[in-house]
């Protein structure tokens, strides 16, 4: 086991190791828009109770959204410029995907039937008696195609998918341009003013020259003006940023032009880099992470994919229980104790030169972070496949395909792959 090379960019964000001891098929992900595919899970009693109609009691519109060739943000905000609407979701979906998701609206007006903007297909599925919440969100649905693979046979790989943990995947953390973990730490460390310097101006080796170069002229604020003349459409953010320092604005303040969903990622991609890490130097220390040992805290599972009630593992009482190892995220809420995870978290925070109160941002309460809890395996259910190698299975929310699909492919360079 761990015997494969990891790649850098792995590395980059705290995933040290493997854990499996499959050789893996390389290949490739993603190299059309139908290869892809990924659909919500929501719960059943929420979609028996709606209403066909507006009315006094089911007030709330809820969509079908699909979307394709955007990411879960940008396709909000293109809706809210093209039609008027303002919506919420449950989860992010990158944008080298066709996606299927649930969204809601609390506008009572302007209600549409169907409508489409130029990367997504709003369709009305019902009224709902109250807005669309994180709780009625089970799971994802995958449809993957792996293509130029050296192998379709992988009745090895199936067996050991018990044991791969639930690391965040690239995209928690930026995809190519690992930045948004780099961003949330200076934020978590009040180093504010660093932290628009990395997002402005921090390349990686899959900037295009072009890019690469606004990026190095955005180390010194006096090329601002010129810059924001010449920026693509798709550095967005860094439009909002340097509009705003260029216009006087501190740095809190600068922060604060991206819209709070965004934002809000950058500290919660810190503390992924943290439990991936933790997960990490766990595996390699030789742990189990696919069962419970004595000290853990677990879920207790109420459904195929819905984690319940968190407690400790009791050896003597949970020999026939269904629990899955958890760990406690770093966070303001975060209290350690001797469980293996929480060891080794806290480690990784003294390491970071952080402690729990630094995830309570009085500058910007709004991103503060209290941790909460997050299952230690990947938990993937109805896994099949054929010849093709087109990949079914489903995840629980909050866990990344790439993050199996890596274990399969032990891809040399995971961007170039589709990653």
Request: hydrophobic share 35%.
């Amino acid at each position: 086991m761990n015997i494969y090379y990891v790649p850098k960019i792995d590395h980059l964000a705290g995933i040290q190791c493997y854990c499996t001891d499959y050789e893996g098929i390389c290949g490739f992900i993603k190299q059309n828009d139908t290869s892809f595919r990924v659909s919500e899970i929501i719960d059943d009693s929420f979609l028996i109770d709606l209403s066909p109609v507006q009315n006094d009691t089911h007030k709330f519109p809820l969509y079908i959204l699909d979307k394709r060739n955007i990411d879960s943000n940008h396709a909000l905000f293109e809706i809210k410029r093209e039609l008027g609407i303002r919506l919420k979701i449950l989860g992010i979906k990158d944008s080298k995907a066709i996606t299927k998701q649930y969204a809601s609206s609390e506008q009572t007006g302007n209600i549409r039937r169907e409508a489409k903007t130029r990367h997504t297909l709003m369709v009305l599925k019902g009224f709902s008696r109250k807005p669309l919440r994180k709780a009625h969100l089970g799971g994802n649905e995958f449809t993957i195609t792996v293509n130029n693979t050296k192998s379709s046979d992988i009745s090895d790989f199936v067996p050991q998918i018990r044991n791969i943990a639930n690391f965040y995947g690239l995209q928690r953390f930026g995809s190519k341009r690992l930045i948004t973990h780099l961003v949330g730490r200076e934020i978590v460390k009040r180093n504010f003013k660093k932290a628009i310097e990395l997002l402005l101006s921090h390349t990686s080796e899959y900037d295009s020259p072009r890019t690469r170069e606004i990026r190095e002229k955005s180390r010194d604020p006096k090329n601002y003006p010129q810059i924001l003349k010449q920026l693509p459409k798709g550095m967005d953010i860094e439009y909002e940023v340097m509009s705003a320092l260029a216009n006087g604005r501190e740095p809190v303040a600068a922060l604060r032009s991206i819209p709070i969903v965004i934002r809000r990622l950058f500290v919660q991609a810190y503390q992924a880099y943290i439990f991936n890490n933790c997960l990490s130097v766990a595996i390699l220390d030789g742990e189990d992470i696919s069962a419970c040992k004595e000290g853990d805290l677990c879920f207790e599972m109420e459904g195929q994919l819905i984690f319940g009630k968190i407690r400790k593992y009791d050896s003597h009482k949970d020999l026939t229980s269904d629990v899955v190892p958890a760990v406690r995220l770093s966070g303001y809420t975060f209290q350690p104790n001797k469980g293996r995870f929480e060891v080794i978290t806290r480690r990784l925070m003294q390491e970071e030169t952080i402690t729990e109160k630094d995830f309570y941002i009085k500058e910007m309460e709004e991103l503060s972070a209290p941790g909460g809890f997050r299952q230690v395996p990947l938990w993937c259910k109805d896994f099949s496949y054929m010849n093709s190698l087109t990949l079914h299975f489903k995840l629980p929310k909050g866990s990344y395909a790439t993050t199996l699909l890596r274990e399969l492919m032990k891809p040399e360079d995971p961007i170039r792959s589709g990653f």
